[in-house]
């Protein structure tokens, strides 16, 4: 009797520290990173640097904490790259005025930032709307609708832009890519407050708890009487938003919109909400370890750019770290079987 119950403790011991080993290993991989481009390059630990990280990584991380619900649902955006050079175009075409002359009332010559962000971000919740109709109601595969939306963005994209960019914004509509508040870049600022909100969104409200449940398991979720349809459709519509605000962020930071804008943006986002946690089965994760994963990502890319690391070698090395971060999630869940 003395002798098993060790034995059958300690055979449950790994099992058990595993999840805690989940959580924290992106932030101790993030450390590690850090601490390692600090010895290669020690201007990378400058705070001039450290800002440009994280401007760099804030619309990213804007694009995550949409993705964070849909992947906590077990769904996946592969849009929102396309979303947000579509909604960005959208901002421009108000911002100039060009929108005016399609609808008739040529001649005003372009609307503050206020209407054109706000355009942006209620044509991304409107198509996010579509897609999650499309997966909730329809049951059409989520892998399916986004892709092809992916398409039709990306297309549509073109055909506001003509083709090609809008540019040459006033200085108020570049502010909110470029401004700064005090020694920090307003997108680190926007993307902050994105995060906190969606944090308490999750954790603090019934509709998040209702995430977390139809991801953990969506007939368990519908037999306790959850609208299941309408989570799903709403966190489709909530990664809209976010798009919509990056796209804003995005055209307003390079004085610029134009269809390419946002490309290869979706591989980018779920690695950094997949490395940061969230498990791509649904039900485990939050924004917290989002915000960590973007910054992983973020400082993985300005370090390699600071040590002249070919792109090529960096997105086999982005690649490489999403295929490790599945392959850890599965293994975690294999352990808590």
């Known amino acids: 009797m003395t002798a ?3 034995a059958s403790a ?21 450390l590690l990173l ?7 390059a020690p201007r990378f630990l400058s705070t001039l640097n450290l800002f440009n990280v994280l401007r760099q990584v804030s619309i990213y991380g804007i694009l995550a904490v949409g993705m964070t619900f849909v992947i906590l649902t077990r769904g996946i955006d592969l849009s929102v790259g396309a979303l947000a ?59 399916v609708v986004t892709l092809g939306g992916m398409t039709v963005f990306r297309g549509l994209a073109l055909m506001v832009g003509n083709g090609g960019p809008v540019s040459g914004f006033d200085e108020a509509f570049g502010w909110w890519g470029r401004g700064m508040i005090g020694p920090v870049p307003v997108p680190v600022v926007v993307f902050l407050a ?13 509709w998040g708890r209702a995430v977390y449940a139809v991801g953990s398991n969506p007939e368990a979720a519908r037999l306790c009487g959850l609208d299941v349809a309408g989570v799903l459709t709403g966190v489709y519509v909530l990664t809209g938003l976010c798009a919509g605000l990056g796209g804003f962020l995005l055209a307003s930071r390079l004085n610029s919109a134009e ?47 600071i040590l002249n690391v070919s792109p090529y070698v960096q997105q086999l090395l982005i690649g490489a770290i999403i295929v490790g971060a599945v392959t850890f999630d599965m293994l975690v869940k294999r352990q808590q079987r």
């Open 4 to 6: 098993t119950l060790p």
């Open 10 to 30: 300690a055979a449950r011991r790994p099992g058990r520290a595993m999840p805690l080993i989940a959580r924290l290993a992106p932030a101790l991989f993030l």
């Open 34 to 40: 850090m601490v390692l481009f600090t010895a290669l």
């Open 85 to 143: 050079a579509f909604t960005g175009l959208v901002a421009a075409v108000v911002a100039k005025g060009i929108v005016d002359g399609w609808l008739g009332f040529g001649g005003h010559g372009g609307h503050a930032w206020p209407l054109a962000a706000l355009a942006a971000i209620l044509v991304g919740g409107l198509c996010g709307l579509v897609q999650g109709l499309f997966v909730a109601r329809l049951a059409v595969p989520a892998f």
């Open 194 to 206: 994105v995060a906190v909100a969606a944090a308490f969104v999750l954790r603090a409200t019934r």
């Open 259 to 305: 269809a390419v804008a946002g490309t290869q943006y979706e591989l980018t986002v779920i690695a950094a909400v997949v490395i940061g946690g969230t498990s791509l089965y649904g039900g485990t994760g939050g924004i917290v370890g989002t915000v960590i994963g973007t910054l992983l990502i973020g400082v993985l890319l300005n370090g390699l750019v």
